[in-house]
């Protein structure tokens, strides 16, 4: 079992940044795709940025490429998400999610998950 905690949400204006984080207190994951996701009230969870486990290639959403940037850190069991340029449309609870195998962009496809952070970008 895998359990991920993720920190760093809040409330900022449109514009700013913000930097998330999600840890795997006493488990590695170094072998595990990580990911982030976000949801909006009424709407799916969607895709948000991956990196995959092996060489550490990074995916992105369209809505946030240029804008958001996935690292991870495998001696602290931990990954980042910063986000700049924020848009009201960034704002949803922002989940982080593991998983074994090969990196896919939907939410189905990966195995253990946080409880969510909060993001809201006010206008």
């Known amino acids: 079992q895998v359990q991920l905690v993720e920190s760093g949400g809040g409330l900022v204006q449109a514009g700013g940044s913000l930097r998330l984080s999600c840890a795997a207190p006493?488990?590695?994951?170094?072998?595990?795709?990580m990911g982030w996701f976000r949801q909006a009230p009424g709407k799916e969870r969607e895709f948000v940025a991956a990196?995959?486990?092996?060489?550490?290639?990074?995916y992105y959403a369209d809505s946030v490429k240029d804008r958001f940037t996935i690292s991870r850190d495998n001696a602290k069991n931990s990954v980042y998400l910063q986000m700049n340029s924020l848009k009201p449309e960034d704002t949803g609870v922002y989940y982080c999610?593991?998983?074994?195998?090969?990196?896919?962009?939907?939410?189905?496809?990966?195995?253990?998950w946080g409880q969510g952070t909060q993001v809201t970008v006010s206008t």
């Open positions: 999610a593991a998983s074994p195998g090969s990196v896919v962009m939907i939410a189905q496809g990966w195995e253990y």
């Open positions: 006493g488990r590695t994951f170094r072998n595990y795709n």
């Open positions: 990196i995959g486990w092996s060489i550490g290639t990074t």
